[in-house]
């Protein structure tokens, strides 16, 4: 658990990628960071994993309603870096 | 208040004398024969018709005359509709005849440009039917190509300095699409210009050599992918889309009177949208009419694949059903299913494995999406168990709008009934390669033939993923999506297939509702789609994006009873 660090572009492209069931080798690093996650495939339900795992696995809690507005891979990180909640309990 | 917009009509008259290997094109021949096309014979209408021939630099305004008609050059086809504008607002013209010879020896493609008033809202006052022509909405959609890399370019540069100083008025006016150049070259480039900003885009557009387009698969999506007046931005604003509509609701006699008229609105409707007497009608009606749109653009699908209830929108285009027996066997699963108790249907990202050992009583794998997305359908009460245990667990769920536990075994009272009703349906074989998500891959003859097989499909699981890998496996595809929500589309970006960028996704309209507009733009965003990729499209079918179809739908609208 790494409570409390920032969350990079690799870690959300892997967790994307988990999320998804994505396998290994496919393309999901550096341009897409300005691809909305509709273009990305990622549907409601993929949305909600990945940002489920993201609040597990780092400690923060995001409001339902700030992550809809994040349609982007670059959003969210900057959601998640600067609003995301950091629950010291973790 | 009231402003203007062009209407286009394009015809590709063959001009006599026009030989490969004789002189040169001879302006007065084309004019000619352009002009008989269109029907402007008479010297009154000639006087009051401009012809612009695109190719060649601006010529002054006072151009020669041929034929009784003055005739001026302009150097491309935006520029030639921002000078029909000018002398049509003017009150000088009622015509103006744009003659593209870009193609080549024995092409031309003539336009003949007309100027009508619309309303500058697009808003549907009570009672009305909607204002013809969206002038309101911020995109017009330039294709342009060359033959090499050069040629591209500088026909960028000539729409740029024609689109750059352009008033709002002129802008607002332009057609939907703006095909510049007859002669497709395999260098592609296609800008969704906003009015704001227009020439933003044309820079921002990518040139492709498209020389070896990907065939079409279309997918069709079934419950779960509607929504409160999805694609209602097409209706009376496309005339392919408009008819296919309401050919399909006029097969449901009264109902599909009742259909459109909740469809529509502008009151809350009597049945919601996810109730499956709302939800299968609607989406089957939305589904075809896109495919019908996508077709009338010159596009021939080479393989087909529906989720659920779209399987038989698919089966409607590949000939295994006409169109009456496909809508009289949606029907019936809506009626039968019906009978069956209220159930429901969740979405889980997890793999179909993972959710095998949560399974109670009726509550059954209803379909298999991808990988890690598996819906599960069955009786309420039993599936809100599932649904807190899943929870419980850590998975993540999300309920799937529907009232009927579809691809569960609580439907095998309502399957054996629809069965009855197949009974006297005459089924063919696909006349072309149809997926199946209840086979996983290729429908089999037997199976297209076999009442039970489409009776079975409300009980039984479906393989979209499996199927889809089939797809994708057959060949390298452009996927378009012919329905609401991209639901398909998502799946299919995350498609290893799809990721490489061996085959591709465009999905006709946006992933949420955003209003008629939003699906005005994302039906344009996939011709641009389908023109990059190297497809030829039909420019006399693009004319029509906005510009008609509220004559059809004027006689049934939606405050007229019953109609059958």
New interface residues.
Partial sequence: MSTGSTVTLADLTRMLRESAGEEEGVDLDGDVLDVSFDDLGYDSLAMLQVVGQIQREYGVRLPDETIADAETPRALLTLINTTGEISQAG | MLCTALTVVTLEPTVPGRDPAGPPPNDRQDVVTTLAAHGLTGPSARARTVVLLVGGDSSPPDGPVVEGVVVRTADSMVRALVLAHAALTDGTKDVALVLDRAGGPGTVRASRVTLRGVPWQDRTAPGRPPSRGPVADTGRLLLWSGRRASDETRTRAQLRSAVGPMTDDTFRALPAVVSCGPGAGPVRAAALCRGEDPTAALDAARAVVADDPRPVALLFPGQGSQHTAMAAGLYTHEPVFTEAVDTVLDLMGDEGAAVRADWLGPHEPHIAVDDVRRAQPLLFAVDYALGKMVMSWGIRPTALLGHSAGELVAATFAGVVSLQDAVMMMRARVRHALSVPAGGML???A?EARLRPYLIGEVAVAAVN????TMLAGPAAQLFTVEKRLRED?H?V?AVPATSPFHSPAMAPAADAVERDYAGIRFRPPDLALYSGYAGELMSERDALSPRFWARQITDTVYFGPALDQLLAAEDMLLVEAGPR??L??????H?A????ASAVVAMLP?RPDGPATDRRTVLGTVARLWTEGHDLDGSALDRLWADGSEHAALRSPVAAGRS
């Fill in positions: 979405a889980v990202a793999s991808t990988g890690l997305q850590g993540t999300v991209q639901t589309a998502s799946f299919a970006r995350r290893p799809v990721r490489s960028g992933a």
